[in-house]
C-alpha cells in the first residue's frame, strides 16, 4: 500500500458544526503532515507530527485541533470554523522527518457555510 | 528560514516542445528541494528530489531537474511536453516542514 487515504473527500459545514477529517496511511511512515490550501495559492503547513507526537504547530487558530492516536492515522478536529477556512486540506506522510519527499492524499475539500 | 520562488505564474508551451520551469531558492546548507505536480482539485505527486549528490536528478514522467548552488536555482526541464502536462507545479524547500513555491500553470497548446 502506498497511498495516503483522506476522508471525507468533500465537506460541508455549518459555522456552529463539529467535524473531523481523517487520514490514514499503511506505509509504515512515522511523520505526517496537515496542510491547507486556498485556491489558485500553494499548500500551507499547520501541524507536523513525528511519531505521534505534534512537532510543529505554525500557529494555527485553536479552532483546528489535530490529533495522531496512532502510527497510522491523522485527524483534524474542526470547530467554530469561519468561511474563510474553506479549503482544500491535504494530509501527507513521509518515512520520518527528515526523509523528505512527502506522499501526499488527494484531500477533503472543506466549505465552511 | 528556507524558502523557494517560482518566477513565473504561468507557462504556456506548445505539446512536443521542450520545457524549463524556474525554482530559486533561499537557505545557507544544501537544501532538500523537490518538484510536485498537482491537477485540479488533487493532491500532489512528487515527481523529483534532490538532497546531495549528483546534481541532475531524474525523476518520473521523463521530468528532470538541475541543482545549481552558484545560481541558488533547481529548475524542472522536460524535452518533450505532452497535453497530459498541463497542471500547476510546485517547487518545495524543506527538510521537516516543507515550504511551497507560489507555483507555475503549465499550459500546453495542441
Known sequence: DTEVTQTPKHLVMGMTNKKSLKCEQHMGHRAMYWYKQKAKKPPELMFVYS???????????????????????????????????????????????GAGGYTFG???RLTVV | ??????????????EGASLELRCNYSYGATPYLF?????????????????????????IKGFEAEFKRSQSSFNLRKPSVHWSDAAEYFCA??????????????????
Open chain 1, 51 to 97: 511519531y505521534e507526537k505534534l512537532s510543529i504547530n505554525e500557529s494555527v487558530p485553536s479552532r483546528f485541533s489535530p490529533e495522531c492516536p496512532n502510527s497510522s492515522l491523522l485527524n483534524l478536529h474542526l470547530h467554530a470554523l469561519q468561511p474563510e477556512d474553506s479549503a482544500l486540506y491535504l494530509c501527507a506522510s513521509s518515512p520520518s522527518l
Open chain 1, 106 to 108: 488527494s484531500g477533503t
Open chain 2, 1 to 14: 528560514a528556507q524558502s523557494v520562488t517560482q518566477p513565473d505564474i504561468h507557462i504556456t508551451v506548445s
Open chain 2, 35 to 59: 518538484w510536485y505536480v498537482q491537477s485540479p482539485g488533487q493532491g500532489l505527486q512528487l515527481l523529483l528530489k534532490y538532497f546531495s549528490g549528483d546534481t541532475l536528478v531524474q525523476g
Open chain 2, 93 to 110: 524547500v524543506g527538510e521537516d516542514d516543507m515550504r511551497f513555491g507560489a507555483g507555475t500553470r503549465l499550459t500546453v497548446k495542441p
